[in-house]
C-alpha cells in the first residue's frame, strides 16, 4: 500500500535559519503530493502541492519539488519565523486509484525562536 | 466563503454517554473524512464516504459510527464502546477526481471523557 515516512522531530530553529524537512513516499500509482500545516489548535491547513514529476510547489516562502527518481518531496524555506511554528505534514493522494482519499506522514513538529 | 464547520469545539462527556459530533461543508465535495489526532500525534482515519449514502471503515474505527444521508453533512458518533474517547477530532472533504483532490480540514472538536 502506498506510505509516507517524514522526517522524525521535533525540529528547533532560530529565526531566519533555513529549514528542509524530509519526505519520501512509497506509492503503487502516480500520486499527487502535498504539504499541510497545523497551528495549535487547529485543523490543517493546505501549504502547497504538485501533481507531476519536477513540478515544484510553493507557497509563503516554502518550496517543495516532486522527485519521482528519489521518491521524495522535501520542505524547504530559506528563512523561517517565528510565526512557522507549526507541525507540518506531508501526504500523497492517488487519484487514480483512492478517488481522493490520502496518506498522511506522522508531522514534524517545528518550533522557531527569537 | 466555502469551507468545512465542526461543531462543538470543545465537548465533555461523562463514561458510557454516547456523543455526536458535528461536521457540515458547503465545497459540494463528494468525499468527506474523520481523523482522530492524539497529543503529539499524526491523523488516523476513522471513517470516509465517497458518496451519500456509503462510507468505508478507516484503521481504527471500532467504536464509532457515522451516517452520510446529505452530501453536505457527515456526522460522527462516539460510542460507549470507544474505550479511550479522548482526543482532537478533525472532519475533511476532497474531491474525488483531478489532479488536485487536497483534503479541506474543519478546525477540529476537542472531545474530554470525564
Known amino acids: 500500500g502506498d506510505s509516507v515516512t517524514q522526517m522524525e522531530g521535533p525540529v528547533t530553529l532560530s529565526e531566519e535559519a533555513f529549514l528542509t524537512i524530509n519526505c519520501t513516499y512509497t506509492?503503487?500509482?502516480?500520486?499527487?503530493l502535498f504539504w499541510y500545516v497545523q497551528y495549535p489548535g487547529e485543523g490543517l491547513q493546505l501549504l502547497l502541492k504538485?501533481?507531476?514529476?519536477?513540478d515544484k510547489g510553493s507557497n509563503k516562502g516554502f518550496e517543495a519539488t516532486y522527485r519521482k527518481e528519489t521518491t521524495s518531496f522535501h520542505l524547504e524555506k530559506g528563512s523561517v519565523q517565528v510565526s512557522d511554528s507549526a507541525v507540518y505534514f506531508c501526504?500523497?493522494?492517488?487519484?487514480?486509484?483512492?478517488?481522493?482519499?490520502?496518506?498522511f506522514g506522522d508531522g514534524t513538529t517545528l518550533t522557531v525562536k527569537p | 466563503d466555502g469551507g468545512i464547520t465542526q461543531s462543538p469545539k470543545y465537548l465533555f462527556r461523562k463514561e458510557g454517554q454516547n456523543v455526536t459530533l458535528s461536521c457540515e461543508q458547503n465545497?459540494?465535495?463528494?468525499?468527506m473524512y474523520w481523523y482522530r489526532q492524539d497529543p503529539g500525534q499524526g491523523l488516523r482515519l476513522i471513517y470516509y464516504?465517497?458518496?451519500?449514502?456509503?462510507?468505508q471503515k478507516g484503521d481504527i474505527a471500532e467504536g464509532y459510527s457515522v451516517s452520510r444521508e446529505k452530501k453536505e453533512s457527515f456526522p460522527l458518533t462516539v460510542t460507549s464502546a470507544q474505550k479511550n474517547p479522548t482526543a482532537f477530532y478533525l472532519c475533511?472533504?476532497?474531491?474525488?477526481?483531478?489532479?488536485?483532490?487536497?483534503?479541506?480540514f474543519g478546525p477540529g472538536t476537542r472531545l474530554t471523557v470525564l
Open positions: 475533511a472533504s476532497s474531491r474525488t477526481s483531478g489532479q488536485y483532490n487536497e483534503q479541506f
Open positions: 504538485a501533481t507531476k514529476a519536477d
Open positions: 506509492a503503487t500509482g502516480y500520486p499527487s
Open positions: 501526504a500523497l493522494s492517488d487519484r487514480e486509484t483512492n478517488a481522493g482519499k490520502s496518506t
Open positions: 464516504s465517497q458518496i451519500v449514502n456509503d462510507f
Open positions: 465545497l459540494n465535495h463528494d468525499a
